[in-house]
């Protein structure tokens, strides 16, 4: 017990660099986006006013602050186009999740399910992808969905269609693409958590009368359900700022708020708006970081 | 923990086929196509490796790889160490002021969408008025990737006996000496599993990069998606396959580091 205190003092101390680096490029860029998100679009470098210059004394500085104002925000929760970009990043995220969730748990299932020396193949299977590029295995369903691609092919050759079907540019496509990027996010955490399940508990519930389907919903699933919980904000809170997806599979005429801040910085060179996206964005994904943060301090730190 | 009940059923082994088929195919199907020797990527005209041919007479495409990779190996090596540092100060430092802030903040970054990370770091370099390219994206790289390093070899360390610890201490090891010898080597499997986890990521992002390079200094990503807006091109699917192989590589050492790491206690999910 005295040994572990003495050791807490300097490993203390290997707290300092990260934190020195986590609060200069993580915390402090925040401050940036807030304040700029206040301030007014210029043609200038860089584009937007007013600047704050800490050498043209108090006046000047005073001056600046007074000119911040909270416009951009009224045209994001005011103009038509923001506010759908919004409520259309929430429904893709919730909708996606969904299907993850479906399509996540059967597999994650089966994993925990296998003998014991195939489950580690089976995780390294799943882990693979996840450590392949994003932009690469978007680019590899291009591929297949493209107006002459093997998809379509395939679906000629077998008369189930008699004419290409377009699929590139549609929700479907990019709905596609999501679920299929991040699906090992969805699995791990819930095959971690079956894993750890002492089957004694479904044989007791079998032993005692229970159905196959009836233990499972009684016995495993809410046991489940911290993977569960971890899964769906692993997947949640990054889907409904994805940029990437949208952009090469859905078509270009109702936008998600990653591509809106996109267009807005990178397009109109609009700074100010994008910044106040960016707040909004943000604010909207607070509950859910919150209770991912916790999540996360409970798994790796619970034990103490 | 074979019993009547934990018997794997016909449902279990169909849904697992189906996921991985899913997850495998259109990558097995790119990487074919790379090899394809029409222009049309949708015809099949023989084996070939005159795409592969293309990519290495593209000086723009080499300078943007090259660039990707000088970004990775910085960005993951300043992770790997930072991360470490922060790891053993969560799971060894118990309580000290602003610890709660700190997991925060390094847990924040696994799931904050790219475009708020990417943006933030762009106006804080502006602010500063660095000069973008090469450091910029590096230091915006290592701020993601250490958050990751941190949770791989934090998971290793909270799976590890203390009484190791404690007995080097016993037996008269000061601290640090024990951290060395006895901590160190038992997590070292995890460290190099986050090197290379962070190394896949930096090659990997797209988002953050775009916001934080300046102009002429373009790396992979960038260049691919650029390509890719304008359609489907084969010399496209020979660099990817290139990059895939690169990443296998990566992953038979990270999974070699990892079984030496599970033949020593209990393995570590790298998430």
Redesign the interface.
Known sequence: MS?????????????I???V???L??????G??AK?SLSQTAIAQ?PYLPVFELTQGLAAIKAAFAALSLDNFKLLVTDDLYVLSYLRSLVVAAVSTSILLL??Y??A???A????RWQ?V????????????????I??????L?H???LN?ILLALHLISTPVVWLSTDSAMYLGIV?SY???M???LY?TLAKMD??L??AA?DLGSS?LR?FWLVTFPLSLPGVGAGV??CF??I?????IPD?LAGSDSLMV?QT??LE??TNKD?PV??AA?VL??AL?LAP?LL??RL??HQ??G?R | ?????????R???A??A???G???L??V??VI?SFNASR???VWGGWSLVWYREFFHDEAMIEAAWMSFRVAASSATIAT???T??A???????R?K?RTL????????????????G???L??F??LDAERGFWTVT??H??LT?CFV??VV??RL?SLD?SL??AA??LGCD??R??VAVTLPLILPAIIAGWM?AF?LS??D??IA??TTGPGSATL?IR??SE??LG?KPE??AI?TM??GL??V??VVA?FASKLSSAQGE?A???
Do not use: H
């Open positions: 040994a572990r205190r003495i050791f807490a003092r300097p490993a203390r101390f290997a707290a660099a990260p934190y680096w986590m609060v490029f993580f915390l402090v860029p925040f940036f986006v700029i860089p399509s996540g059967p597999i299932y089966g994993m399910r296998l003998p014991r580690g089976a995780m390294m299977l799943v882990i693979v992808p996840f450590w392949t590029s994003f932009l690469i295995r680019y590899a369903w291009i591929n297949i493209q002459d691609g093997l092919k299929y699906l090992p996010f699995i791990l955490p971690a089957p004694a479904l044989e079998s196959p233990a904000l692993l809170i990054p409904v700022g994805e940029f990437v090469l990653g801040l996109w910085f990178f700074w994008a910044s960016a964005l943000l994904l970081l991912y943060d996360q301090r790796l730190e034990a | 923990m074979v019993s009547a009940t934990s018997k794997i059923s449902f279990n082994v849904s697992l189906l996921g991985l899913f997850l495998y259109p990558i199907i790119l196509y049309l990527v949708t160490l930072l991360g540092l922060a053993v100060a969560l799971s060894r430092g118990e000290f602003g700190f997991s925060g903040m390094l847990y924040a970054p696994l799931v904050m969408p790219e475009v708020i990370t943006l933030s770091l106006l804080l502006v602010a230091i915006a290592t701020t250490m941190a949770v934090q998971s909270g203390r610890e404690e201490m016993d601290p640090a024990a951290f986890l896949t090659l990997d797209l988002v775009s916001f990503p691919i998606y890719v807006r489907v496209i699917n990817c990059v895939i990443i296998a990566v992953i999974s393995s999910a790298p998430l």
